[in-house]
T-cell receptor, first 109, second 111 residues
Framework: DAKTTQPNSMESNEEEPVHLPCNHS???????IHWYRQLPSQGPEYVIH???SNVNNRMASLAIAEDRKSSTLILHRATLRDAAVYYC??????????FGKGTSLLVTP | SQTIHQWPATLVQPVGSPLSLECTVE??????LYWYRQAAGRGLQLLFY??????ISSEVPQNLSASRPQDRQFILSSKKLLLSDSGFYLC??????????FGDGTRLSIL
């Protein structure tokens, strides 16, 4: 499976936008880009996914580079409840999701 | 709507004892089911997945086994637990290649 690279940690102030980057230079043409987040002591929660076009939902926006080698998860106004580990995952035709170490987001009031 | 249930939420077991963790899904038919483990401070590791009753695929060799006796029931077992089996166990389901939905997990401590 193609691999993703994310920063280990990021910090944001409450009510400010957050841009979480992800590099996936070996992405294949059929891989979807999925984002999940995991709050402490909970199971991962699906956030958003996309293939080529930018995507928006009630939780976040996903901006995908034109060459698809990178993407950015955008939280428009961070809240304290957004503090979590965010995982960027490439979903191909296989059954497994390859959860790396993700980005630990700290939100400060 | 679909829901996923895992129990127990926490479990403390002695080394060498057996294990049975259960996961059930409601509101969907013929889901793909998954067992993951998360060691402390690490990412999730896929242990088993199942695409149908009685069909189990193992991703890593280990001391654990899985079974799917009913369409929406997935069980993780061990005959004799090792210290290295400690961790946070998560069950998940999906329909096809849709996003996976996770349960609340079982935190297993081996003494």
């Amino acid at each position: 499976d193609a691999k993703t690279t994310q920063p280990n940690s990021m910090e944001s102030n409450e009510e400010e936008p957050v841009h979480l980057p992800c590099n996936h230079s070996t992405i294949s043409g059929t891989d979807y880009i999925h984002w999940y987040r995991q709050l402490p002591s909970q199971g991962p929660e699906y956030v958003i996914h996309g293939l080529t076009s930018n995507v928006n939902n009630r939780m976040a926006s996903l901006a995908i580079a034109e060459d698809r080698k990178s993407s950015t998860l955008i939280l428009h106004r961070a809240t304290l409840r957004d503090a979590a580990v965010y995982y960027c995952i490439l979903r191909g035709s296989g059954y497994a999701l390859n959860f790396g170490k993700g980005t630990s987001l700290l939100v400060t009031p | 709507s679909q829901t996923i249930h895992q129990w127990p939420a926490t479990l403390v077991q002695p080394v060498g004892s057996p294990l049975s963790l259960e996961c059930t899904v409601e509101g969907t038919s013929n889901p793909n089911l998954y067992w993951y483990r998360q060691a402390a401070g690490r990412g999730l590791q896929l242990l088993f997945y199942s695409v149908g009753i009685g069909q189990i695929s193992s991703e890593v060799p280990q001391n654990l086994s899985a079974s799917r006796p009913q369409d929406r029931q997935f069980i993780l077992s061990s005959k004799k637990l090792l210290l290295s089996d400690s961790g946070f166990y998560l069950c998940a389901w999906t329909a096809g290649l849709e996003p996976q939905h996770f349960g609340d997990g079982t935190r297993l401590s081996i003494l």
